[in-house]
Each structure stands twice: as structure tokens, then as C-alpha cells.
Antibody, heavy 118, light 107 residues
Framework: QVQLVQSGAEVKKPGSSVKVSCKAS????????ISWVRQAPGQGLEWMGG????????NYAQKFQGRVTITADESTSTAYMELSSLRSEDTAVYYC???????????WGQGTLVTVSS | DIQMTQSPSAMSASVGDRVTITCRAS??????LAWFQQKPGKVPKRLIY???SLQSGVPSRFSGSGSGTEFTLTISGLQPEDFATYYC?????????FGQGTKLEIK
């Protein structure tokens, strides 16, 4: 059973960047995909991008292209999502989730609240 | 990008009712579709994967069907704990896309 544990809540200024971590335990980290999903207050789920650690290459939603970078460190079984040029509309809970075929969405981190406010 | 059109966006029902939620994909996604339940302030929980496979531990009153472009989630015999928001997710093609969600409320 894969468990995903995310870093804590962040408060950021507009224009700055945030980097959220997602540490996996159980299973073989390099063999599965990690996706990042966000949820703004009162809104639905929004897929941002994903990475297969063993390959290192990430895929991103067009909406976030150029602002988001997803990476993975196999040595620590940790995935990261960095979002830059933050604006108030980026205030949301950010989740990492296990991905990959039949495993898609089978496990989620606890969520990280990112608040963007001046 | 593949658009997932989920309907209805909201509905009310009574305990014991049978409800159906639909997701339509703008192009074929085979059976790469999952359904999630989310309660306020909680992490989404996967109910169905591969369009029709029941996640371990999920009650059998939940079922999924469909392939290609049209998918349904059915809850047979609503229980009080089922009142929540439901989402579909296509994960056949990047970028993955969620439906807009269906808020299921008590009548």
C-alpha cells in the first residue's frame, strides 16, 4: 500500500514561487507515476501534471505550462511540484496522487494548502 | 485536450434511491476512467477504476459502466454517507481531465 505524505501549508506573496513535496512510502517509487491535482476553494478538481520518476519526464496541463515544474528524486522517493509567478487565483489545496494505468487515483497525499496573499 | 462533460452538476435524492451520474468524453478513452467521491474538507476517494472495477473496500451499491465516450456511475440504494461530490477522471491521454463534479444532496 503506497502512502503519500505532503509538506505543510504555505503562505506566499503574489509573484513568488512555492514548492510542495510529496514523499512516498511502500511500493517501488520509480515504477509509478505521480500526478498533481489542485482544488481552489469551492471548486472542482484540476489536473496539473504528472511525472514517471524512472523516466524523469513530466507532462503538464496547457494551463500551467511555463509556470509549473514537476520533478522527482528517486533517492528519497519524493516528488515535487513548483509553481511560479503566483497569483491570488492559485490559492488552493494541492494534492499529489498515485497514477499509472489501473493505479490512477488509487492513493492521495493529504493535501497542501497554498495561500497567495499580499 | 479531452473534455469530460459530467451531468448533472447537482442533484437531490433520498436515502434508498438509485442515482446515476454520467460522464461523456469528447473523444474515445477506452476504459481509462475512474470515479471519485469527495466530502467537504476531505481527500478524494477512488470508488471505481477501469470504468467498471470496484475499488477494494467500497460498498457494492456503487457500480460503474461504459467504454469509449460514455460512462456512468450508479449508486443503488443511497445511504446517508453517500451524500458528497462525485468526479470522473479520464487518464487515457495527457493532459488528464476531470469532470466538473456532481454534488449529491439530500432531498
Amino acid at each position: 500500500q503506497v502512502q503519500l505524505v505532503q509538506s505543510g501549508a504555505e503562505v506566499k506573496k503574489p509573484g513568488s514561487s512555492v514548492k510542495v513535496s510529496c514523499k512516498a512510502s511502500g511500493g517501488t517509487f520509480s515504477s509509478y507515476t505521480i500526478s498533481w491535482v489542485r482544488q481552489a476553494p469551492g471548486q472542482g478538481l484540476e489536473w496539473m501534471g504528472g511525472i514517471i520518476p524512472i523516466f524523469g519526464a513530466a507532462n503538464y496541463a496547457q494551463k500551467f505550462q511555463g509556470r509549473v515544474t514537476i520533478t522527482a528524486d528517486e533517492s528519497t522517493s519524493t516528488a515535487y511540484m513548483e509553481l511560479s509567478s503566483l497569483r491570488s487565483e492559485d490559492t488552493a489545496v494541492y494534492y499529489c496522487a498515485r497514477d499509472g494505468g489501473a493505479a490512477a487515483g488509487s492513493g492521495w497525499g493529504q493535501g497542501t494548502l497554498v495561500t497567495v496573499s499580499s | 485536450d479531452i473534455q469530460m462533460t459530467q451531468s448533472p452538476s447537482a442533484m437531490s435524492a433520498s436515502v434508498g434511491d438509485r442515482v446515476t451520474i454520467t460522464c461523456r468524453a469528447s473523444q474515445g478513452i477506452s476504459n481509462y476512467l475512474a470515479w471519485f467521491q469527495q466530502k467537504p474538507g476531505k481527500v478524494p476517494k477512488r470508488l471505481i477504476y477501469a470504468a467498471s472495477s470496484l475499488q477494494s473496500g467500497v460498498p457494492s451499491r456503487f457500480s460503474g459502466s461504459g467504454s469509449g465516450t460514455e460512462f456512468t456511475l450508479t449508486i443503488s440504494g443511497l445511504q446517508p454517507e453517500d451524500f458528497a461530490t462525485y468526479y470522473c477522471l479520464q487518464h487515457n491521454f495527457y493532459p488528464y481531465t476531470f469532470g466538473q463534479g456532481t454534488k449529491l444532496e439530500i432531498k
